[in-house]
Nanobody
């Protein structure tokens, strides 16, 4: 049974930092793209950052230089280090996974491509 369990969300201050974690189980971690998506009320879900099993990453423009996605292959855990937070980063953040056999340079950021999803963790950034 596939499980993705996010943690680490909460309130944050503009300019501050938060670190999200996603503990994964039930699938072959080493052959999957992992991604962080977010969705604010009234907005569509957007891909924030993705990471291929071999390491290449992708970020949306608005978080480049502020967020860092990483994966610990020994712990089957995905991370999102969020620095220099902005109020517009406020959203529910989701961890997602999909097989990466078709990709060599980076994982997609389209939500419908992803097979497995966590329940989400709320991030609220105040100014």
């Amino acid at each position: 049974q596939v499980q993705l369990v996010e943690s680490g969300g909460g309130p944050g201050q503009a300019g501050g930092s938060l670190r999200l974690s996603c503990a994964a189980s039930g699938f072959r971690w080493g052959t999957y793209c992992m991604a962080w998506f977010r969705q604010a009320p009234g907005n569509e879900r957007e891909g924030v950052a993705t990471i291929l099993s071999s390491g290449p990453t992708r970020y949306i423009e608005s978080v480049k230089g502020r967020f860092t996605i990483s994966r610990d292959n020994a712990k089957n855990t995905l991370y999102l280090q969020m620095d220099n937070l902005k109020p517009e980063d406020t959203a529910m953040y989701f961890c997602a996974a999909m097989p990466d056999t078709r990709y060599s340079t980076g994982c997609p950021t389209v939500p419908s491509f992803y097979n497995y999803w966590g329940q989400g963790t709320q991030v609220t950034v105040s100014s």
